[in-house]
């Protein structure tokens, strides 16, 4: 049985002058009845209970349950078993704009694309779960679609994303659209040494964008050379960094889809002379999220799994981390992709680095080549930084 109540729609129309059907839908639209004089005509498709009403005679309301709004989701299957991450896949079906579709796993959100329909990689704990997909229109229509799966394997769930602190916050927004952004040559190759890599970015680009101005990365060049983009943030924090969140979201092309060797990201620190890195990568060939040792420059496995950016769409990713100057030791506490946090228990504590010199506080972004020097793009907007 359904655990969603049936929605009563009165269609009023009679047939021969006497007949008022009532038309019923549940599950956001999957099933539909009609209560007529002649009987019921129960827990038919959208296909069928169309077909239905014009031989009731009412061809006047098909054409609007025709172009009614609807989501249907292809994947997972209703009741199905999946291994984690669990494929979900969706497609909205209506005559207005969308301008979000939501994925809700036992009621909470764990992905947004802010367009039409869903393709992506979820990872969920072991048992039976409840997948919720929701779109919103431009006229402000609501509407979804649920089905139920078994996850076998699955890992346990992330807590909960720890709140960001206001008072004493400093929060610099769309940053991607900032002027100032700096690169170095072959400074992000291993070593800072070899040739170095054509890379460029381009700021203020209207599509894909979800707030009318992303920024576009591109490279290009020889095998496993890396561009690397940084910008300065001033004044520079005095004082340690309770709390530091850099988040943004990237849409990949689908041309671009397998090309990177890995995509990089970073918020350093230098404080009183000490060098404090926060680095994350994405590495693809290994299919793991890794972290930067700053002190034997070297990359950690986290062994926190990378699912690789479903082309297409935009993915959010959020890192949190902190530091503590009296033991100069820097912290990456957790990262959040499309909804899902992890908490870093693998490498997430490095010392700092004594370099000398004045204080300075950056963030950095920067593309890896493969083993062929295949040349991609990536797009990157909604970029922000926040410290305490």
Sequence with gaps: MSPYPWETLQANFSRRGTVKN?????NAGREYEILTAKGRFGALSLNSFIRNLVLLGAVGLCAGFASAQTVTILQ???????ASPVAVQATVQDSSTVT???VFVDGIKVFQNLSSGVNTKLSMASGNHRIAVQATDKAGRVFKSVVYVNVSGGTAPAPSATPVPTAGTTVYDRVEEKTGWQTCGNCGNTGATGATATY???????????DGSSSEFTISGPAFKNGYW?????PAPSGALKYLR??????????SANAPQAIEFECQQRLNGWVYNFAWQAEYPGSV????????KRWESTGIPFQHFTPGTWHHIVTEYHNNPTTH?????????????HVVTKFNVHSAKNTGGANYFNNAFQLDLNSKGTAYKVFVDRMKVTIR
Excluded: C
């Excluded at 460029?200 to 209207?206: I, V």
């Excluded at 940084?230 to 001033?234: C, E, Q, T």
């Excluded at 030791?329 to 946090?341: L, N, P």
């Design 329 to 341: 030791q820097g912290y990456h506490d957790a990262i959040t992709v499309d909804g899902v946090r």
């Design 200 to 210: 460029h970015m381009t700021r203020g680009l209207g599509s894909p964008s979800e």
């Design 22 to 26: 009532i038309v019923r839908r549940q």
């Design 76 to 82: 997972p299957k209703n009741n199905s078993t999946s």
């Design 100 to 102: 979000a579709t939501q």
């Design 246 to 255: 850099y988040e943004f979201d990237i849409y990949i092309p689908a041309a």
């Design 289 to 296: 999220w890794r972290v930067f040792n700053y002190n034997l």
């Design 230 to 234: 940084w910008l300065s943030h001033a």
